[in-house]
Nanobody, 127 residues
């Protein structure tokens, strides 16, 4: 059984930082391209960042590029999202996700490309 469990969310002031973690069980993350998504109240779940299975490339949505960093630790079987210079518009529930098939993922910004999801962790940024 595959489980992804996010942690590290919380309440932070604008300009602050948080680091989200997502360890996995039942899945060898080193074989998978991984993603972070977020969902604000009343909005659709949106793509935030992805990292390729070999860690060679990362991609970000425009609104977080330069502030957020996605990374992975294959020994710990964990994916991370370092979030700096947080803004009130970053407030959302953040989810990590993995596809059902290993290696490449063409449509990495599309929710339906991912078959495994965590339960989410709340990030609240106060202005």
């Amino acid at each position: 059984q595959v489980q992804l469990v996010e942690s590290g969310g919380g309440l932070v002031q604008a300009g602050g930082s948080l680091r989200l973690s997502c360890p996995a069980s039942g899945l060898t993350l080193s074989m998978y391209q991984l993603g972070w998504f977020r969902q604000a109240p009343g909005k659709e779940r949106e793509f935030v960042a992805t990292i390729t299975w070999n860690g060679g490339s990362t991609y970000y949505t425009n609104s977080v590029r330069g502030r957020f960093t996605i990374s992975r630790d294959n020994v710990k079987n964990t994916v991370y999202l370092q979030m700096n210079s947080l803004k009130s518009e970053d407030t959302a529930v953040y989810y990590c996700a993995a596809p059902r098939s290993p290696y490449g993922l063409a449509s990495y910004a599309v929710k339906s490309s991912y078959g495994y999801w965590g339960q989410g962790t709340q990030v609240t940024v106060s202005s």
